[in-house]
């Protein structure tokens, strides 16, 4: 059974920088398209962006577009979130997640998920 673990997450000030990490192990990683959500308290779990096996097609949503970047190492078994120019609204726990077939927003496609990593963005 394949299994996520999420880290890197943590408190900012807005503007600044967060890169997180989510490490499978089980069953192989490949060639799962990968994904990450978010969510904030008392808010629906939000699709952030989605990367190919391959990693050479991404989608974000147009909240974070020009401010993240979503990439992955097979070799390692792990896909990272560059977060950079972090606001406010920015603050959720943030999950990533593994789906077959094509990169997609819904989160009723994934079917597995990591604990999740609280991103805070605050002054």
């Known amino acids: 059974q394949r299994q996520l673990v999420e880290s890197g997450g943590g408190w900012v000030q807005p503007g600044e920088s967060l890169r997180l990490s989510c490490t499978a192990s089980g069953r192989t990683f490949s060639p799962y398209v990968m994904g990450w959500f978010r969510q904030a308290p008392g808010k629906e779990r939000d699709f952030v962006a989605g990367?190919?096996?391959?990693?050479?097609?991404?989608t974000y949503a147009d909240s974070v577009k020009g401010r993240f970047t979503i990439s992955r190492t097979n070799a390692k078994n792990t896909v990272y979130l560059q977060m950079n120019s972090l606001k406010p609204e920015d603050t959720a726990v943030y999950y990533c997640?593994?789906?077959?077939?094509?990169?997609?927003?819904?989160?009723?496609?994934?079917?597995?998920w990591g604990q999740g990593t609280q991103v805070t963005v605050s002054s």
């Open positions: 990367i190919s096996w391959s990693g050479t097609s991404t």
């Open positions: 997640a593994t789906t077959f077939g094509p990169i997609t927003a819904s989160r009723y496609d994934y079917t597995t």
